[in-house]
């Protein structure tokens, strides 16, 4: 089975909201900053958060991906 990754570079993120929109169970606004954070992530180097999602999500991150106006959010597929 293909594995796929979602990653935030969270430093430059606006916190626009469009993510948790779109995928509200990945998705979340802190309190602390504003900034958005990905659920259940991993922070695997300074700002840059990484966790695996199934394929029942890829869609509705794809459509983050594509519409994050910092250009922040990676899906990847391997
Ligand atoms: S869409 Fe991009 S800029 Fe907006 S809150 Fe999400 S990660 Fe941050």
Not at 14 to 19: A, D, L, Q, T
Not at 23 to 44: A, F, H, Q, V
Not at 49 to 62: D, G, P, R, T
Request: neutral net charge.
């Amino acid at each position: 089975m293909s594995k796929i990754k979602l990653v935030h570079y969270r430093d430059k993120c606006i916190g626009c909201n469009s993510c948790v929109e779109y995928s509200p169970e990945n998705w979340d606004i802190s309190d602390k900053d504003g900034k958005s954070n990905l659920i259940g992530s991993k922070e695997t180097k300074k700002g840059v958060f990484v966790k695996e999602i199934s394929e029942l999500e890829l869609e509705e991150n794809k459509l983050a991906e594509r519409d994050c106006p910092s250009r922040i959010i990676q899906v990847t597929k391997s």
